[in-house]
């Protein structure tokens, strides 16, 4: 009797335990950013290091948000003349942020119309498409980035967001697209008909039957493409030259430059950058085996 | 009134609908791979547009006997193979934890999957801060343990620095392998297991002639998909070594964006993407013929 319950209970316990120590050891690093990004100066470099800390402070996360020059002031010998990154940190989220809707928007209006016409409509190459797009999604930024440069010199696009909402069209497009095929060719087409019978217009059946049942599909590839667009560093850093237009990727990066790091600073911005993503994460946990059978991961 | 017609004629409806994707996909993905290999045929920098000439092989001949090129290829293997290992073992792993119907998984899940999701630049500031030779965790705790003695300098020794950067990568992208495991590890018929306990196989053994079969098609794709996006990275590299110390962390991409960007030889850079593509298209052929694409499109 004893043996029946206490065995499987014990085997239950070890599972949950190895569960907890996996996830501890991979969720390390970020929770070890987020306690540094919380900690006043004098903590950060405490021996022995403290993982929940002592005193907690948001003085990080207020000279980021606020742009106040904290950047070299723990060096004591005065403020450094120039701007520091601090200073650009909420200018470069509000460009992120542009960049990401910007180049999702064209991406996924793109590819959910072309993925209706082509699981809807019979004309030459309509199979092939699909496939070439996923071959498309294979090929690594580094190829495209410095063609697609040069082709925005010559449109006087350089230093322009809009370079970058069409940088990320070319890299977020053929998922998009490859998705959102897979994605409709799974929606049944007798509704549509029955539409089309009672007298709605093509039109009409796309805006009011397609696009409500392709909902899932969209919020998916949405997702998965402001992921990548967000994440993305390669294309920032070569088609923009000014501070005032960087995203925030490039720019935490140039934290580093200088003599003194400050890494309370840095760990709030990681943080701050992290969050739009985990919140995006949280809302995708529904759609990502959905999205994945339809192949739709990226990486 | 005619005209009203033909807008309403199916035919143009779906012509309308794919044209700003045929019209998008020739500006912004067929052009540029174009222009990539056009560009790895002429010499050409960007601060003297009026210079460009063409070189024929040149750039390939420039490539194929630079040393750096090949460490760069071979350095990326290694990065590549050991990343691959690493991911499907714990990727496996992971997965066998995750696919139990417990309370509470979902939290552990979220949480174990979320390192996907953060922006390589976050992963290779954090790496930076925790590996820091002097005030980095990583060294303290190993210290303190007593498994190490002197600090290690994870990102400024040839060796440690290749370490931290397959471990970044690892820690990356594990997620997407559990992911895929996962889902085909719902697909696995119970029965088989109930059989296999008939039969007095232990969990191991269940493992080994159940379990492991059944992901074997899954995991030679997810293998071949990994492999080739893993070769051809930059951004997990570039952010936390530079490709340093020295050139010991470049791999084939971060060769070509140095050629790009700071030799300012566009078609070296060029060249080497070409290079690249070429054997990512080995890669494809391999990965068509796994999954059995060409079957499928004749059949629907």
Redesign the interface.
């Known amino acids: 009797m004893i043996t029946d319950k206490f065995w499987p209970a014990m085997k239950?316990a070890a599972?949950?335990l190895?569960?907890c120590i996996?996830?501890f050891a991979?969720?390390f690093?970020?929770i070890?950013?987020l306690s540094?990004s919380l900690k006043p100066k004098s903590e950060i470099?405490a021996?022995?290091?403290t993982l929940i800390p002592h005193s907690t402070t948001f003085e990080n996360y207020e000279a980021l948000l606020s742009g106040r020059q904290q950047y070299y002031q723990s060096g004591g010998a005065g403020q450094a003349t120039g701007p520091t990154p601090a200073q650009f940190f909420t200018r470069w989220f509000v460009n992120s942020v542009i960049v990401t809707l910007g180049s999702t928007l064209?991406s996924i209006?793109?590819?959910t119309?072309?993925a209706?016409?082509?699981t809807?409509?019979r004309?030459w190459g309509r199979?092939a498409?699909p496939?070439?797009?996923l071959?498309?999604y294979?090929?690594?930024?580094?190829?495209?980035v410095?063609?697609?440069f040069?082709?925005m010199?010559r449109l006087e696009l350089t230093d322009n967001l809009l370079s970058l909402v069409?940088g990320y069209?070319?890299i977020t497009?053929?998922f998009c697209?490859w998705l959102m095929w897979a994605f409709m060719r799974s929606i049944p087409i007798e509704i549509e008909e029955a539409a089309l019978i009672d007298g709605a217009?093509?039109?009409q059946v796309f805006a009011n039957v397609v696009l409500p049942t392709a909902l899932p599909g969209i919020i998916a590839a949405s997702i998965f493409s402001m992921?990548v667009s967000?994440?993305d560093?390669?294309f920032g850093r070569?088609f923009i030259n000014s501070l005032d237009n960087l995203t925030?990727?490039v720019g935490?990066?140039l934290f580093f430059e200088g003599t003194h790091v400050d890494?309370g600073l840095?760990?709030a911005?990681?943080v701050l950058?992290?969050v739009p993503?985990?919140i995006?994460?949280?809302a995708?946990?529904r759609h990502?085996?959905a999205g994945?059978?339809a192949g739709a991961?990226k990486? | 009134m005619r005209r009203l017609d033909f807008l309403q004629s199916d035919r143009f409806v779906g012509l309308l609908f794919i044209a700003p994707f045929v019209v998008t996909a020739i500006v912004f993905m067929v052009y540029p791979i174009a222009e990539a290999v056009r560009m790895a045929f002429f010499s050409y920098n960007p601060l003297r547009p009026d210079l460009v000439s063409y070189v024929g092989l040149n750039n390939f001949e420039f490539i194929f006997s630079d040393p750096l090129f090949w460490s760069s290829f071979s350095q990326g293997t290694i990065w590549t193979l050991l990343s691959i290992l690493f991911q499907t073992i714990f990727g496996v792993g992971i997965a066998l934890l995750l696919h139990r119907k417990l309370f509470g998984m979902a939290i552990f899940r979220g949480l174990l999957l979320f390192p996907y999701i953060v922006p390589t630049v976050v992963i290779a500031l954090i790496w930076r801060w925790i590996f820091n030779p002097e005030i980095g965790v990583i060294n303290y705790s190993l210290q303190s343990v007593g498994l190490i003695s002197e600090p290690i300098y994870w990102l400024s020794t040839p060796t440690m620095a290749m370490a931290s950067t397959i471990m970044l990568n690892v820690w990356k992208y594990t997620p997407f392998v559990v992911i895929c495991v996962l889902a085909r590890l719902q697909a696995v018929p119970l029965e088989l297991y109930d059989a296999a306990k008939v039969d007095g196989a232990g969990a191991f053994r269940r493992f080994l002639d159940v379990t492991l079969p059944q992901l074997r098609e899954v995991l030679i794709v997810v293998i071949v998909f990994r492999t080739i996006w893993t070769f051809n990275k930059f951004e997990e590299i570039y952010l936390l070594t530079k490709g340093g110390p020295g050139t010991s962390t470049f791999n084939l991409a971060v060769y070509s964006f140095e050629q790009s960007m700071a030799s300012l030889r566009l078609g070296v850079g060029a060249a080497t993407g070409v290079v690249m593509m070429i054997m990512l298209m080995i890669g494809s052929v391999v990965y068509l013929r796994v999954a059995g694409f060409g079957n499928e499109e004749k059949s629907t």
């Open positions: 239950m599972l949950y190895l569960l996996v996830t991979v969720c690093p970020l070890w950013a540094t470099f021996t022995p290091p064209i209006v793109v590819s119309l072309a209706y016409s082509l809807r409509f004309y199979s498409i496939y070439f797009s071959l498309g294979m090929v690594p930024s580094i190829i495209f410095f063609p697609l040069l082709m010199v069409f069209v070319c497009l053929p697209m217009s093509r039109y992921i967000w994440n560093y390669l070569v925030l990727t935490v990066m890494w840095l760990m911005a990681s950058m992290t993503m985990a995006l994460f949280m995708l946990q990502l085996v994945f059978g991961v990486g």
